[in-house]
């Protein structure tokens, strides 16, 4: 049980780091609502389960012993953010965030679940992670090592969906607040644009350790 609570507070604690999947939750927040913005999150849920996953089978170690993969990831996680960011620069201004709200339209869900998911899936970082954090609070002589993975993935998931869905909120607060100054709209859209863009850069020069 202690290693349980150990486990989640660092979660917590790179959880709190702001990264590439802060912003676009913040951001899709402020621009498109709520909704959207928990929509967001759920992808990025997905993404998490999907990387709890691929470490569980042990596929992160073909980024060792096939370096191109990790580099293909990188290159296609870092023009996917430089996509978005570009995208932020873009996007018209939001003169009533309530009213969109209170109507979303599903393919709007739609594109918000699969920004969240490509996001963190074509981050090769977050698979790495996994595959590093998780094995270190496998108990041994305990449950089966596949259901303490799982269970430590179902913890990371759903604590990850629990800070995003925080997150989320806060974008969407930060929205309504800013609906009515069109300066502050468009410096918000700016900063988050150039964050994004900024984590594109940065991921694409990562190397593996």
């Not at 990831?73 to 953010?81: E, P, S, T």
């Not at 996007?91 to 209170?102: H, R």
């Not at 709007?108 to 090769?124: C, H, V, Y």
């Not at 108990?139 to 799982?150: D, E, I, K, N, R």
């Amino acid at each position: 049980m202690a290693s349980l609570w150990l486990f989640i507070l660092t979660l917590a604690v790179v959880l709190l780091l702001p990264g590439p999947d802060m912003i676009l939750l913040l951001q899709t927040g402020a621009r498109q609502g709520r909704a959207a913005a928990l929509a967001t999150a759920l992808g990025l849920a997905i993404a998490r389960a999907c990387h709890v996953a691929l470490a569980a089978l042990g596929l992160a170690a073909l980024f060792k012993t096939a370096p191109w993969t990790f580099d293909v990831v990188r290159i296609a996680g870092a023009a996917y953010l430089l996509w978005i960011g570009i995208q932020c620069f873009r996007s018209p201004l939001v003169p009533n965030l309530q009213a969109q709200e209170q109507a979303p339209a599903h393919d709007q869900w739609r594109g918000a679940i699969r920004r969240g998911l490509l996001t963190n899936l074509l981050n090769p970082k977050a698979l790495l992670f996994c595959s590093v954090l998780l094995p270190q609070f496998i108990v041994s002589g305990g449950a089966p090592v596949l259901t303490q993975f799982a269970v430590l993935g179902l913890v990371l998931v759903s604590v990850g969906l629990l800070f995003d869905s925080v997150v989320a909120m806060t974008g969407a607060a930060l929205g309504r607040w800013l609906q009515h100054s069109p300066t502050a709209q468009r410096a918000q859209q700016w900063l988050f644009g150039s964050l994004l863009i900024g984590f594109a850069v940065r991921l694409s020069f990562i190397q593996q350790a």
